[in-house]
């Protein structure tokens, strides 16, 4: 357990400097913790084990980690500031998810027709392609002091993404299990992974909002909210643990709405004085989530990338940016949302590789062996796409004019994020 902890620690501190390191090359840091996250991890240098990866106590720190992040998310989603944005969130998610999902799917669903794999495999493709992994373009947003059209759409789109990928992918598994085993994925699960994680934010937002009216202090507001963060986490973990049948709740989520309900009902100066000393507790969930993003990434698999792998990274590119471009357009959101909100949502590993061990899980009997693409595929894709999308992130904001605008602004937004 020392043991363990120990390597914990150095892994962490390797992560920083690798971060620093890459700053001073003038990349992202991002992409310097997900080298980091790979170099260390079981795939190379096996700092970072995979028995870490998989204990328990591990995978909770994460989950709090990952309700962390939400303050970020909540505290930007304040009712005054996002009239605006409302409508144009909820259509960009619809068109951009959905339309990446149609395109994969049409893409591998033709492949498999000709190469006389089951077609329904061109399912799990496309429901897999949805999720994004909001971690990497939200730490270019906190590193570069992002603020502006684009940044205000993704940052609540970020989380609403994944909802939309998960429930979309449930509905594929009811397929896919029909076809693989005679079993079903019950509807009333894809109801609950969205309803869970918003009644547990209320749940402790709540209560947490009344103490921090009653409170003026700003240190005293921040150990609140933070503590709020760990019984938010912990109500998830149970409810994910004895309330589903494989743990599939977003914590992200719940974070989020946990922190929107608190945003909403104390005045904006108190949360900002508050935020402002949670931001560095917020660096550094971002950046123990984007190590362990990098942790199970195995950089052999670029070598060994083939046609399928170039077919996903291609086609799940063109369903999110066109996608994304589709809904701005509807919505009439601004012209720089319309070009380059799509190139920050390239980012992929993370919640797509649970849903990988799920999809491959429910490949059993004569389908166990086309576990094998599915795997090879995503697993690959994620590497490749993981180290290109940092890059387009941050090109997309600087192509919006986004980049560092915070720090010449004097809006709550630009100075809680």
């Not at 760990?230 to 409810?239: E, F, K, R, S």
């Not at 507790?281 to 083939?306: E, K, Q, S, V, W």
């Not at 062996?369 to 590497?383: E, K, L």
Request: net charge positive; with cysteine; hydrophobic share 55%.
């Amino acid at each position: 357990m020392i043991s363990n902890l120990l390597r914990l620690l150095i892994v962490v501190a390797l992560g920083f400097l690798f971060g620093k390191l890459a700053s001073k090359l003038k990349m992202p840091a991002v992409l310097g913790f997900l080298i980091a996250g790979m170099a260390l991890g079981p795939n190379a240098a096996n700092l970072l084990t995979l028995e870490i990866l998989d204990a328990p106590a591990y995978e909770r720190l994460i989950s709090v980690l990952e309700c962390g992040m939400g303050l970020m998310l909540g505290t930007e989603m304040v009712w005054k500031r996002m009239r605006r944005y409302g409508k144009q969130v909820l259509t960009i998610t619809l068109t951009e998810s959905l339309g990446t999902f149609l395109v994969v799917s049409a893409a591998f669903c033709a492949i498999f027709y000709l190469t006389g794999v089951p077609v329904f495999l061109g399912l799990i493709f496309g429901g897999i392609a949805l999720a994004t992994a909001p971690a990497p373009a939200l730490s270019i947003v906190t590193e570069y002091h992002t603020d502006g059209p684009v940044t205000r759409t993704l940052i609540p789109l970020a989380v609403l993404d994944d909802v939309a990928a998960i429930t979309v992918f449930l509905g594929v598994m009811s397929v896919v299990l029909k076809q693989t085993s005679g079993g079903n994925v019950p509807g009333y699960l894809i109801l609950l992974v969205v309803l869970f994680p918003i009644l547990i934010g209320l749940l402790v937002g709540l209560p947490v909002s009344a103490l921090l009216r009653k409170s003026q202090n700003p240190k005293t507001n921040s150990v609140i909210a933070l503590l709020g963060v760990l019984a938010a986490a912990g109500i998830t973990m149970a409810a994910n643990t004895y309330l589903m049948p494989f743990p599939i709740l977003n914590f992200m989520l719940t974070g989020m709405v946990y922190s929107a309900v608190f945003a909403n009902r104390i005045p904006e100066e108190q949360l900002d004085g508050m935020m402002s000393r949670c931001t560095p507790i917020i660096g550094g969930c971002f950046t123990l989530i984007i190590l362990n993003l990098g942790a199970p990434l195995d950089y052999h698999l670029i070598l060994n990338a083939g046609l399928f792998t170039a077919i996903y990274i291609v086609t799940r590119a063109v369903g999110k940016i066109g996608g994304a471009a589709i809904g701005a357009h509807l919505s009439h959101a601004s012209v720089t949302v319309r070009k380059y909100l799509g190139l920050t949502l390239m980012p992929h590993s993370g919640v797509s590789l649970v849903l990988t061990g799920i999809a491959i899980s429910s490949l059993t009997g004569t389908f166990s062996q086309y576990g094998d693409i599915v795997r090879g595929t995503i697993a690959a894709a994620a590497v490749i796409n993981e180290v290109i999308a940092v890059f387009l992130a941050r090109k997309g904001f600087q192509l919006a004019g986004e980049l560092n605008a915070a720090q010449s602004s004097s809006t709550p937004s630009a100075q809680s994020a």
